[in-house]
């Protein structure tokens, strides 16, 4: 028997409120989602067929705005969890979506470090790409103490920051561009294998809508994902029948993920019921969810909706 997989929920979950932070966000951490963005913005995948990359080559279970270790006081790195990454004279930052994965290279797996930021303003007061690489030295950074022990930089892990902006300017409408590092001789003729320097790239890709000769794959697929406009049986119709997107699966499947799921429509007066008692009595999110006896399925999707309004809150 066919039911709703995980995605058409959270579609419906969505509705047309997919812009929002928090619903998209918990979109596009979806592994059907994310291997078709790496099929077409990592250059490691690009010749990889997107099931090979949803099942074997994205590693463990992306995570979505979570809190989690503290890289100065501990050498242990949590694999495929959104994480907070803070350092002792750095300023906390908080990853959207943040996970790793597998990519074959002369029958090689190599391990990169992935970061998937959902973004509105192309130039929220700063330019973007320098955030995106400031990312990226931070995830390298990072790696001192775990990835690489010592003084052991040949295993320093290849980083990607990919930024999908819903609000770009005009001229960046349905573009996708890369900023990575490459070889330049400036004297002399010399060659050092790529992966020696090839050690991270900045992606932003940039939605537009309809009317553009761009306007096809992975940037028609987030268009119809993250609108507002498109009502959810649309847009579940659009991505199974033109990107292949499964939007059912088997009843002993589904059983199977029962755990992980985010179900049902997030209830607004929860969160406002959450954020009341946490002022009024000083109790921790944790034990607000318990005092309401909130449903775990439902507890990840709260966590992030809480999150953006206390962000909202305090701009």
């Known amino acids: 028997?066919?039911?709703?997989?995980?995605?058409?929920?959270?579609?419906?979950t969505a509705g047309q409120n997919a812009s929002y932070d928090a619903y998209c966000r918990n979109l596009l951490v979806n592994k059907q989602i994310l291997a078709r963005i790496l099929k077409t913005c990592v250059k490691e995948?690009?010749?990889c067929p997107i099931k090979d990359i949803e099942e074997k080559y994205i590693k463990g279970t992306p995570k979505v705005h979570e809190v989690a270790i503290h890289r100065d006081e501990t050498a242990e790195f949590i694999d495929g969890m959104g994480k907070e990454d803070v350092g002792m004279k750095e300023k906390p930052i908080t990853y959207d979506i943040f996970f790793r994965v597998l990519s074959p290279k002369d029958d090689e797996m190599i391990q990169m470090i992935i970061n998937v930021e959902s973004q509105k303003d192309f130039y929220p007061g700063y330019p973007l790409i320098k955030r995106g690489i400031y990312y990226c030295s931070r995830m390298?950074?990072?790696?001192y103490g775990t990835e690489m022990p010592d003084s052991c930089y040949e295993k320093l892990k290849k980083v990607y920051s990919i930024w999908i902006c819903s609000n770009p300017p005009k001229y960046r409408k349905n573009t996708i561009t890369a900023y990575s590092m490459n070889e330049q001789n400036l004297v002399g003729n010399v060659t050092e294998k790529e992966e020696n320097y090839d050690m991270l790239t900045v992606l932003t890709v940039c939605l537009g809508g309809f009317g553009d000769e761009n306007y096809e794959g992975i940037l028609r697929m987030l268009d119809v994902l993250l609108s507002d406009r498109i009502l959810p049986e649309e847009k579940k119709k659009i991505l199974k029948n033109e990107f292949d997107i499964a939007m059912t699966k088997t009843m002993e499947r589904e059983a199977m993920e029962m755990c992980n799921l985010s179900q049902g429509i997030v209830d607004r007066t929860i969160i406002t019921d959450i954020l009341n008692l946490m002022d009024s009595l000083g109790l921790s999110e944790e034990e607000c969810m318990n005092a309401l006896k909130v449903p775990e399925e439902h507890r990840e999707l709260y966590h992030m909706?809480?999150?953006d309004r206390m962000e909202?809150?305090?701009?």
């Open 305 to 307: 909706m809480l999150q």
């Open 140 to 143: 390298i950074s990072s790696q």
């Open 1 to 12: 028997m066919e039911v709703e997989n995980t995605l058409s929920k959270k579609i419906d």
């Open 312 to 315: 909202v809150s305090h701009v």
């Open 45 to 47: 995948f690009h010749d």
